[in-house]
């Protein structure tokens, strides 16, 4: 006699379903994160020539919207639980974003600006982490892998291509040209935004302390965070004291620089949906400490190659960074309750934006202190501690 259909087990999203909820979501994200380095290669020009600040100005400018980053990514993803909607904030953090940008093109005072930089800043992550939740939030537990990965390679695509197209824009077209693609790009996201859908299991509005609550009952959330945090950290590190260290052994040639630049990150954006479905087969743990680990070792090798040892360490770099985004984020889905994914999703955001933060604090020290070999061994180090104290964690957990 033929077994009944199991009515309960959820069906396989369709091809349509797919691409409303993981794959138009996903380029999104890119868009928003091309907008974020659209303006870095004009910012001189925006900030000293135009108007007449300084060095320090131009840093503050990133430094403003990354404590806003850290300041409202997890008040955003509470919010998002208690209100049980997503695409509301999504679509104003995208569109306040617009108007902000678009406002730079009338500021003449760096101070005005900054200040501006900072609400734009609480804005820009409103759009972007929430809608990193909404993705998380699509039931397909079994494609999550692959889904986490195709949303983490659109992030770093992004990030890579907005400095070199927006260099163009700023010679060709002068130098608040970018802002005026930002705010456009923007306002379309906020439009586009509008048609994304809602898991209807989020209807159901949750009490504060209900949210807090359930956090505070998955202490093992703090794993995914703490890698992000670290992970974030030695992308920070890299910003600061790579081109310096590429300048010493290469020169000054923008062509030299973007060429290793390049070497890093096409295998890290290219190759994370194949981590992603990795993970898938073997569980998020094995890929996400090996990647780790095995990144820690290559990264203590920076500050001793040379232009063509360099190659294969940026190369090496690039593949195993790929391994590490899509099961970190992967496990954010898996040990957090799906109400409360927002303000997981917040956290792990809120860790990684920190870790960018401090990673050019340390970075600093550590060069003034023992030189480009030194730095990098301290950054490697950071990775490979935390995989051993991850992994003891965890045999413990099981």
Same mark, same amino acid.
């Given at each position: ?239 600061? $004291?790579?081109?310096?260290? /590429?300048?010493?052994? +290469? !020169? ?5 620089? %973007?060429? =290793? @630049?390049? #070497? &890093?990150? $096409?295998?890290?954006?290219? /190759?994370?949906?194949? +981590? !992603? ?5 073997? %569980?998020? =743990? @094995?890929? #996400? &400490? ?109």
């Amino acid at each position: 006699m033929p077994s009944s259909p199991n009515l309960s087990a959820p069906l396989p999203p369709s091809p349509s379903g797919t691409l409303r909820a993981v794959v138009v979501p996903s380029l999104f994200l890119m868009a928003a994160m091309f907008n974020q380095t659209l303006i870095v290669a004009g910012l001189k020009e925006l900030m000293i020539d135009d108007l007449g600040g300084t060095t320090t100005d131009a840093s503050l400018f990133f430094s403003v919207e990354m404590l806003a980053y850290i300041l409202f990514a997890p008040l955003w993803g509470v919010l998002s639980d208690r209100w049980g909607r997503r695409r509301p904030l999504v679509v104003v953090g995208f569109a306040m974003s617009s108007v902000l940008y678009l406002s730079y093109l009338y500021v003449h005072s760096i101070p005005s600006l900054l200040a501006l930089r900072f609400v734009q800043g609480a804005f820009t992550v409103m759009g972007w982490s929430t809608l990193m939740s909404m993705v998380l939030d699509q039931p397909d537990e079994a494609r999550r892998g692959r889904y986490m990965g195709l949303m983490g390679g659109a992030l770093i695509l992004g990030v890579s291509l907005g400095a070199p197209i927006g260099g163009f824009v700023s010679r060709d077209l002068g130098t608040r040209a970018p802002l005026w693609v930002a705010g456009g790009l923007f306002m379309i996201l906020a439009l586009g935004s509008l048609a994304l859908p809602e898991q209807e299991r989020l209807r159901r509005q949750l009490r504060l302390g209900d949210i807090f609550s359930t956090l505070k009952g998955r202490p093992r959330l703090l794993l995914p965070c703490i890698f992000q945090f670290v992970d974030r950290y030695t992308v920070g590190f890299m910003v600061v $004291l790579f081109p310096q260290y /590429l300048e010493s052994i +290469a !020169g000054a040639d923008p062509a030299v620089r %973007g060429k =290793y @630049l390049a #070497l &890093f990150l $096409l295998p890290f954006a290219f /190759l994370q949906y194949f +981590a !992603g479905r990795l993970s898938e087969k073997t %569980g998020p =743990y @094995l890929p #996400l &400490f090996a990647g780790s680990l095995l990144y820690g070792i290559a990264m203590c090798f920076v500050g001793f190659s040379d232009q063509q040892g360099l190659w294969w360490v940026m190369v090496s770099l690039g593949v195993l960074a790929s391994l590490m985004f899509p099961p970190a984020i992967t496990l954010t889905a898996q040990l957090s309750d799906p109400e409360t994914r927002g303000s997981a999703m917040g956290g792990f955001n809120l860790a990684g934006s920190l870790g960018f933060a401090i990673g050019p604090l340390v970075g600093t020290w550590a060069h003034a202190t023992g030189g480009f070999g030194f730095a990098f061994i301290v950054s490697g180090s950071l990775e490979i501690l935390l995989v051993a104290v991850a992994w003891w964690v965890v045999r413990r957990w099981r």
